[in-house]
């Protein structure tokens, strides 16, 4: 019971304050998630699984929020503030794509975003 509701104070404390997003950043978010849109795999948040189109609708959302209180200013900080697990429940988001296990969201963002910076090696 402690650690519950510790985890939930944990929650509701602000997040540092982070740098203005840049425009470099902003474009390697938007690929990241237009990566997710395009894999084929769904994505678990809450307890249920959605599509591809909700999970890139979701992140986004949840990008705006971050941007609008200066709370993002690198992809990796996405996956850490958005990607990774429910701001409301606090469980961890999953992926789980076409023959393959599901995944922390974390794991599978990052390397999604690795694969994405070997791609464009100046995207940072």
Not at 6 to 24: G, K, N
């Amino acid at each position: 019971m402690r650690i519950a509701a510790l985890a939930c104070v944990a929650m509701l404390a602000p997040l540092p304050a982070a740098a203005a997003l840049s425009p470099a950043s902003a474009a390697e978010i938007e690929r990241l998630i237009a990566v997710l849109g395009a894999s084929g795999c769904q994505f678990q948040r809450n307890g249920r699984w959605y599509g591809p189109e909700r999970a890139q609708s979701h992140l986004r959302r949840k990008l705006d929020w971050l941007v609008e209180r200066d709370m993002i200013a690198s992809a990796e900080q996405f996956i850490v503030r958005a990607g990774t697990q429910s701001s409301i429940s606090g469980r961890a988001y999953q992926v789980r794509c076409p023959g393959k296990e599901a995944e922390p969201s974390a794991s599978w963002l990052q390397r999604a975003l690795d694969a994405i910076r070997k791609r464009t090696p100046s995207s940072r």
